[in-house]
Structures are given as C-alpha cells and as structure tokens.
C-alpha cells in the first residue's frame, strides 16, 4: 500500500514563526503535493512538484515555498505564519503519465496560528 | 485554473438508502476521479473515469460522465453508516493536477 505521512497531525504556532511542515511518501512517485483544504472553499493547490529540485507554483502560492531535495520528501515552508495561514495541510503524491493518476493523500496537518 | 463544484452540498439519508451526489466543471478533462474525505483525514480515491468512458462501477459506485455536459455523478448504492463522509470531485487537466470541488457532506443514519 502506498503510504503517504505527514510529521505532525496537530499544529500550534505563533504569529511570526517559521513553520516547516514535512511529507514523506514510500512509493517512488514522482510528484507530490501541497493542498490546504478551508470549509467551504475546497482544497487549493499551494505547490507541486513534479521532480527533485523541481516545483511549480498552484493556485494560491503566497506566503508559502517548498523544498523537494530527495524524491521521498516534500516540505512545506510557512516563512512568518500569520492567523489566516490556520488551516488543514494536506500532502499527496502520485506516480506521473500522460494524464493525470489517482493522488494518495496523507492524513493531514491541523496548524492554528495563534 | 477549472474546478469541479459538486451539487447538493449535503445529504442525509437512511441506511440502506441511495445517496447520488452530481459535479459539473467548466473545461475539457483528462479524466475526472471522485474522493471521500472521513472527519479530520486525508481524502481517499474512490474512483476514476476517463474522459473516453460514460460509466464505471466499483462494488456499490457507480460514476457516470457526461462531456456533452461537463457533468459527472456518484452514484453509492445501500448505503451503510460507514458511508457518511464528505465527498468531493477532482478534474485531472494538464501536469498531473487535480481540481477538487468544495465537496458534498453525506450523514448515513442508522
């Protein structure tokens, strides 16, 4: 089974704080990524990345970055957390093709900006 | 960038019951996948419809696609308590990405 973790299921920060939120998926998959899922908006892709080393910007990339260093792992940056960065982080990952394959999701990262 | 908006936004309903949720999107697609999300967890894959199919099963799924429409729906049969969840549509376009809908909450009483 693919497995797809994330490093913390609840978050508590500061305004200000350098937040580093971290995914590691076992499958070998080339892309992974970062999703922040508000109620009543949906997910919204942060950043993806298709490769190490290799990212691209999704729908709503303010105030965020990511580090891709190894295949494995996909970090999500939050440079200086602000109270409208609370929200559910959501990290996934799947193989690459022609059109798009199923994404496998990990459990999540509750992070409250306080 | 296109996103999938899923209609009704909530339904309840009784175990044993149908409960049949619709997404509709805006531009052409690679393929279109459904997912269910449980309280405060990941989402999960349930099912993928390819742009070139109109429907496909999946033990009590069944998705249908329109893309005269741009319209597809989940269809789950004999519902169970387990079923309550939120579900949410994705259209796959270009780069390997997904558009995800705001999602539909399903309660299952039993």
């Known amino acids: 089974d693919v497995k797809v973790t994330q490093s913390s299921r609840y978050l508590v920060k500061r305004t200000g704080e350098k937040v580093f939120l971290e995914c590691v998926q076992d499958?070998?998959?080339?892309?992974m990524f970062w999703y922040r899922q508000d109620p009543g908006l949906g997910l919204r892709l942060i950043y993806f990345s298709y490769d190490v080393k290799m990212k691209e910007k999704g729908d709503i990339p303010e105030g965020y970055s990511v580090s891709r260093e190894k295949k494995e792992r996909f970090s999500l940056i939050l440079e200086s957390a602000s109270t409208n960065q609370t929200s559910m982080y959501l990290c996934?990952?799947?193989?690459?093709?022609?059109?798009?394959?199923?994404?496998?999701f990990g459990p999540g990262t509750r992070l409250t900006v306080t | 960038s296109q996103q999938g908006e899923e209609d009704p936004q909530a339904l309840s309903i009784q175990e044993g019951e149908n409960a049949t949720m619709n997404c509709s999107y805006k531009?052409?697609?690679?393929?279109l996948q459904w997912y269910r999300q449980n309280s405060g967890r990941g989402l999960v894959h349930l099912i993928l419809i390819r742009s070139n199919e109109r429907e496909k099963h999946s033990g009590r799924l069944r998705v249908t696609l329109d893309t005269s429409k741009k319209s597809s729906s989940l269809l789950i049969t004999a519902s169970r308590a387990a079923d309550t969840a939120s579900y949410f549509c994705?259209?796959?376009?270009?780069?390997?990405?997904?558009?995800f809908g705001k999602g539909n909450q399903v309660v299952v009483i039993p």
């Open positions: 499958m070998d998959h080339e892309n």
């Open positions: 531009t052409g697609i690679n393929n």
């Open positions: 994705a259209t796959a376009y270009g780069n390997n990405r997904l558009a």
């Open positions: 996934a990952s799947s193989p690459t093709g022609f059109s798009s394959y199923e994404q496998y």
